[in-house]
């Protein structure tokens, strides 16, 4: 240990040295104030200074005050003095100084153990300074990481409780009584029993046996998840969690502490989720079924309207013209509404796409006008306004606007006596800048009009337009349905203005594409060698059909048609029949027994290099079925049942 001695007398300064180097303390003697306080500045602290009360030049009290004029740091010091004054001695002590010894007879032998007496104090003033300030760092960190604690708290929405066991009594935070919608007023005080009434019953178990698990050992910390009674009148679900934090002696859990966290919205995604992917299951359910009672359908339905179609070339009376003509109506009708549950089970899967080309509006039109002449037997006339403005080609989905403006014809036909129906078609707006135009399309009728009670659900899917008399009006109740959503594919609307017992307008409107001066001699060439009528060559054809209704319909069209068919049961049997530059065309039924139709052609096709035009049958008439079979090797695609005009047009194309 240092100790400094500030004495102007060189004799007792060597006397105080020799009893102190006696205790082993490393002593240094300045004689001047002036000189100590120069020391003191270049901070040679030294662990004691045993200072002169009376120094040349300045006394103990003024060298102290030099030292804090001049900010040095005063170390613990003595004073020593030849005075026994008690006023300077009370003085000294009032700056700072541990002790105040006279310079009298006893005087060097007190110095060693006043010496090391105010060293001790100071060491164990130092280690209590050490200890407090260590307890203050602690404290200080403790008080951070509960700030922190209580900020992750915050940010993570949770609500915190702690459980005295042996009292039962619940401490639990502001957020804990929000997570069930009150305040922290109104559920305190609370204990476990009051936190069980707020459980639901079939919860209740559950947190007895996760609670028993842990306080037994089993587990190493307490979680589940409960729904808990909320004020406004419903359950909402929480993630309760925690874990001992204190036992008694005998290691009994004495607290336990843990956390409430609202997961409500979480468990209601998940059970939105569960219930969406229920629907998408139940969706794809529903169209396998369709499919299939479709395919099951159309089967059939191919022998029934083939025949149909060949009795109308035979020799009929009168008699027999009302039943055929009675016979294919039922069949069309059939027909009409298989096809419509399939649109709309599409509609309702999203899997309706558009299918754009350029085409004639004009020619659009008058296939509607060969519509209505099939189909009406009234006296009804058919007016078509055609606006000279519009243009003679458009871009949009031909096939679909097609069935739009026929679904309006049909309803027309069917509530309307007498009178007459008109179609009138005229640009609603045109824009050059984005190559659009938005078509408008009228279909008046002078029928019996729509009661005004149905004016909000006519476009509801399976309403009939007239319900007090929906039996005697054939059809499903989703033709206006789907025009609507065909529609609005097109970025069009539709809509309608009835009179009762007067008639009805209903019109549509369609965005579609205009075709570019220099694009309008190509479409117009390819829309008259379409047009053309050509005479077909006889052809010979394979024929791969395993019911044989359909074998002995569709090979009856065929021959009809002028041309020569070899029959196939099945897949198999048209590979062992084929043989290279035999046949013109081939004839594949999709779906047969032995071998199905896509597989023997593959076969066929990485058999035989030059192989005729493969054209394939099948009941499936979903969207996308065209495409999928023809992107396995189909070189075309006919739907069952087949028209007889549907295989001359397709063999036109091969001829």
């Not at 008699?319 to 069309?332: G, H, I, P, R, V």
């Not at 117009?524 to 053309?532: A, C, H, P």
Request: net charge neutral.
């Amino acid at each position: 240990m240092k100790i400094l001695i500030v004495e102007d007398d060189l004799g007792i300064a060597d006397l105080i040295k020799e009893k102190l180097h006696q205790k082993n303390f490393d002593v240094e003697i300045i004689s001047d104030g002036n000189l100590a306080i120069e020391y003191l500045s270049r901070k040679n602290q030294p662990d004691l200074m045993i200072l002169d009360y009376a120094l040349p030049g300045m006394n103990a009290t003024e060298f102290l005050k030099e030292l804090k004029n001049k900010n040095i740091a005063v170390p613990p010091f003595i004073v020593s003095t030849g005075q026994g004054d008690e006023r300077v001695a009370v003085e000294m002590m009032k700056l700072g100084a541990r002790d105040y010894i006279v310079k009298d007879i006893y005087f060097l032998s007190k110095i060693p153990a006043v010496s090391e007496r105010i060293i001790r104090e100071i060491q164990k003033d130092k280690k209590l300074k050490e200890a407090e300030e260590t307890i203050r760092i602690r404290d200080r960190k403790l008080t951070e990481e509960k700030q922190k604690l209580a900020n992750i708290i915050k940010a993570a929405n949770v609500g915190t409780w702690e459980w005295h066991i042996p009292s039962g009594k619940l401490t639990v935070n502001e957020r804990c009584a929000e997570i069930s919608g009150y305040s922290l007023d109104e559920i305190t005080p609370i204990d476990v029993e009051g936190v069980k009434r707020f459980l639901h019953p079939e919860d209740l178990k559950l947190f007895r046996k996760a609670m028993k698990d842990h306080l037994n050992g089993i587990k190493d910390y307490y979680e589940t998840e409960l729904r808990i009674w909320h004020k406004s009148g419903k359950w909402v679900w929480i993630r309760s969690g925690g874990c001992i934090m204190e036992r008694d002696a005998e290691g009994n859990p004495v607290l336990l502490s843990g956390t409430h966290q609202d997961i409500d919205y979480k468990k209601q995604k998940e059970l939105l989720e569960k219930e969406v992917e229920i629907a998408k299951q139940s969706a794809i359910f529903k169209q396998n079924f369709l499919a299939n009672m479709s395919h099951e359908i159309r089967t059939p339905l191919t022998g029934l309207m083939g025949m149909i179609e060949m009795l109308s070339t035979t020799r009929l009376n009168e008699t027999q013209k009302d039943y055929f003509l009675t016979l294919k109506n039922s069949a069309e009708n059939l027909r009409e509404i298989i096809n419509q549950v399939l649109d709309f089970s599409k509609i309702e899967a999203g899997k309706i796409k558009l299918k754009t080309k350029a085409f004639s509006f004009e020619n659009l039109l008058h296939s509607s006008r060969t519509l209505f002449s099939h189909i009406c037997q009234k006296n009804i006339k058919l007016n078509i306004y055609s606006d000279p403005d519009l243009p003679e080609f458009i871009i949009g989905d031909e096939i679909r606007i097609t069935q739009v403006l026929n679904n309006l014809i049909l309803n027309a036909v069917k509530h309307t006596k007498k009178g007459n129906i008109s179609i009138h078609a005229f640009p609603y707006w045109i824009n050059k800048a984005l190559n659009q135009i938005c078509i408008r399309i009228e279909v008046t009728d002078t029928g019996t009009g729509i009661n005004p009670e149905m004016h909000d659900k006519i476009f509801t899917p399976f309403i009939q337009i007239d319900e007090n008399d929906a039996r005697a009006m054939d059809g499903s109740g989703l033709g206006l349905t789907i025009c609507k959503e065909l529609v609005k594919l097109h970025g069009g609307e539709i809509d309608f203005e009835s009179s009762y017992g007067k008639g009805s307008k209903f019109w549509f409107t369609i965005v579609c594409e205009l075709i570019s001066e220099e694009n309008k001699k190509d479409v117009g060439l390819s829309t008259q060698v379409k047009s053309r009528k050509q005479s077909l060559s006889k052809l010979k054809i394979l024929l791969a059909e395993d019911k044989h209704v359909n074998r002995k319909v569709i090979r009856l069209m065929l021959e009809s048609l002028g041309h020569e068919v070899i029959l196939a049961n099945n897949g198999q049997e048209a590979l062992e029949i084929y043989e290279p530059n035999a046949f013109d065309v081939i004839l594949m039924d999709i779906q047969m027994p032995v071998m199905n139709g896509l597989i023997a052609t593959r076969e066929l096709k990485k058999t035989y290099e030059n192989l005729p035009p493969v054209i394939g049958l099948s009941a499936n008439a979903f969207e996308g079925d065209r495409e999928k079979y023809m992107s396995q090797g189909m070189d075309e695609y006919i739907t069952k049942p087949v028209k007889i005009s549907e295989l001359k047009q397709i063999l036109e194309k091969y001829n």
